[in-house]
């Protein structure tokens, strides 16, 4: 895995935009309780079932690798001169 130079900020940039295309899909907000790990997978799994994303193999399938899909994500939705691509 390639690592980018923002990838926090742009974890975060995922997960709230992510959230926002949950909530406009009709699925409830995440209560405050909820792991930024279950943030990712349920996000991450989401993108998959509508095909924004290709998924990971099977044996591919944690933490860092669906954070990492995130991001590539994210950073592909964002113009090219936006702050968090360029380093």
């Not at 949950?22 to 991450?44: L, M, N, Q, T």
């Not at 998924?55 to 399938?61: C, G, I, V």
């Amino acid at each position: 895995m390639k690592q980018m130079k923002h990838e926090p900020q742009l974890l975060k940039l995922a997960l709230e935009i992510g959230v926002g295309y949950a909530k406009k899909r009709g699925f409830a907000d995440f209560d405050k309780g909820v792991s930024p790990k279950d943030k990712v997978e349920c996000i991450y799994r989401l993108l998959v079932n509508d095909n924004l994303i290709q998924p990971l193999a099977k044996d591919k399938e944690d933490g860092p690798n669906m954070k990492h899909k995130l991001i590539l994500w994210i950073s592909r939705q964002l113009p090219t001169e936006h702050p968090l691509l360029n380093d």
